[in-house]
């Protein structure tokens, strides 16, 4: 594909002037300190892309200034780095050329169709106001990413998963409709509030997960349910990760399907816990399941949970820990929740595995193996009842010899691939995931892929350098 051209130093300020024509001149932003938050994500230091030196920060407040935006970024060539929350795990935000990044973030507007139970936001809409708004409103909005501060626009892109996958799905299921603007400039109005649509190839589908490299999102529909009756959150503590890990199936099984399965090691979450001045609650047990149930009423919840219990002491589970107020179960979830930034200062990369959920435990043994062989260690959690599962490979590797950190990678990915699996689940390929994407990708998908690329990005000024592998 041709790389676009970069921001030439000398037509730089013409080009923020024709910015600040389009979107006033207080949300075209050149000075570098007051862009740094945008240049980075929340990918782990040691792999995160550098960024570009020459960028621009511009915030449009509608589909139209960003369509203006993209056609004059187009006509010159210009890359458009498409930006949310900044909460990516995989660099797919970094604005690794000179060129605009583009922030969605003024487009904030949430209105919600009781008649139809959807809702309508715009791409700059968090996860915190959207699910806020939702429940105001007597809704449910179940998926739920680890960090609210990520976008609608953001969501969509990654099609991200979280821990409310396994009853209910990832984001791409609640999709209903999509606008977007093309990287000419020009506007798609996809799908609607519609449960079912057949009308020709699914393009809709194609830029949800396609990480700002096909369009720029600026609004979604969502949908929505009604509210839960009640919930509950029960950790159940195991003597070993195999025990924990196997019974995850058997709860499948039985026809309870819970809303989130979790799995965590003992080590992070009481780094967690004490990270966020807390206690874990369960003293006993190496590994744990936090599993949520939701149902109608609380008899409908005991009932479950009585279920999940006594499947889980038939495969050596101990003795559950149960939440049942809003705040118990609060307590648990934010200490799950906030795992990845106790780990962070030492962690070198983080993993987004997804075997079957049956296969998950073989999973963990041949990374252990591998963990051994290099002599380091790699602590494991992950959405269980999915088989999605974060690998944390650990600074000490890369004290080690840099290589080692590429070829520990390597190898838990084509144990992934042996077992039928993927490298990545819900966080994307952004630009940290792409040199080994050909373990996964063969040569004839990688050109579709290209040439789907081509279709709507002619010269491939959007986001160039993520998700697709030149
Ligand atoms: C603590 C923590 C926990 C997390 N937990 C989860 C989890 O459980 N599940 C999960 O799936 N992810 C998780 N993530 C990752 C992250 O939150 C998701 O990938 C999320 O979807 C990113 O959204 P964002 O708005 O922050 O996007 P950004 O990081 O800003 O961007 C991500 C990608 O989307 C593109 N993009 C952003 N906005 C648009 C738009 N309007 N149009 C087109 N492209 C756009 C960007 O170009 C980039 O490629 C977690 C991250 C953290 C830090």
Same mark, same amino acid.
């Given at each position: 594909m ?8 000398e ?10 024509e ?43 200034e ?45 209105e ?6 959807m ?6 809409? +968090? ?21 609210e ?10 099609n ?13 299921s ?9 990287? +000419? ?37 969502l949908?929505?349910?009604p ?8 950790i ?13 199936p ?21 780094l967690?816990?004490?990270h *966020? ?23 409908e ?31 648990? *979830?934010?200490?799950?929740g ?24 073989t ?16 602590p ?8 999605n599962?974060?690998?944390?490979l ?12 590429k070829e ?8 992934? *691939? ?8 819900e966080h994307?390929?952004g ?16 050109e ?23």
């Amino acid at each position: 594909m041709q790389a676009a051209g970069p921001v030439l130093k000398e037509d730089y300020q013409i080009r923020v002037k024709e910015l600040q024509e389009i979107v006033g001149e207080g949300w075209v932003i050149t000075e570098k300190e007051r862009m740094l938050d945008y240049l980075a994500d929340e990918t782990a230091t040691e792999v995160r892309p550098q960024p570009a030196v020459e960028t621009v920060l511009v915030k449009p407040a509608s589909s139209e200034e960003v369509s203006r935006i993209l056609k004059l970024a187009n006509h010159e060539g210009i890359p458009v780095f498409p930006r949310g929350g900044g909460t990516g795990l995989c660099g797919g935000a970094i604005p690794t050329e000179n060129g605009i990044i583009l922030s969605l973030e003024r487009m904030n507007k949430i209105e919600v169709d009781q008649d139809n139970l959807m809702a309508i936001a715009e791409a700059g809409v +968090t996860l915190k106001d959207l699910a806020q708004k939702v429940e105001q409103e007597g809704l449910f909005f179940p998926p739920r990413p680890g960090d609210e501060s990520s976008q609608v626009g953001g969501l969509v892109a990654c099609n991200a998963g979280g821990s409310r996958a396994v009853k209910y799905g990832v984001i791409r299921s609640y999709v209903k409709g999509i606008d977007a603007v093309m990287a +000419t400039g020009e506007l798609l109005r996809l799908g609607g509030k519609l449960l079912k649509n057949n009308t020709g190839y699914d393009l809709m589908h194609l830029i949800i997960g396609s990480e700002g490299t096909l369009a720029v999102i600026t609004r979604v529909i969502l949908r929505l349910f009604p509210q839960l009756g009640a919930s509950a959150t029960m950790i159940i503590p195991y003597d070993n990760r195999h025990d924990a890990i196997n019974t995850v199936p058997k709860i499948l099984q039985s026809g309870v399907i819970p809303l989130a399965i979790e799995y965590m090691d003992r080590g992070p979450i009481e780094l967690s816990a004490e990270h *966020l001045n807390m206690e874990w609650p369960c003293k006993t047990g190496a590994a744990f399941l936090i599993i949520i149930v939701e149902g109608k009423g609380e008899e409908e919840v005991y009932a479950d949970c009585e279920k999940i219990s006594e499947i889980c002491e038939r495969y050596n589970g101990l003795e559950p820990v149960v939440g049942k107020t809003r705040k118990e179960q609060e307590r648990v *979830l934010k200490i799950r929740g906030n795992m990845y930034l106790a780990l962070k200062h030492k962690i070198a990369d983080t993993l987004d595995a997804a075997v079957s959920p049956a296969n998950m435990g073989t999973f963990m043994d041949a990374i252990d193996k591998i963990a051994a062989r290099f002599g380091t260690s790699i602590p494991m959690y992950g959405h269980a009842g999915d088989g999605n599962l974060h690998p944390h490979l650990m600074k000490d590797l890369v004290e080690k010899g840099a290589e080692n950190l590429k070829e520990v990678k390597r190898e838990v990915y084509r144990e992934a *691939l042996r077992l039928g699996g993927v490298m990545t689940a819900e966080h994307g390929l952004g630009r940290i995931r792409l040199p080994d994407l050909d373990i996964f990708l063969g040569q004839k998908e990688m050109e579709l892929i290209g040439g789907i690329k081509k279709v709507f990005d002619p010269k491939g000024i959007l986001n160039p350098g993520c998700a697709i592998r030149e």
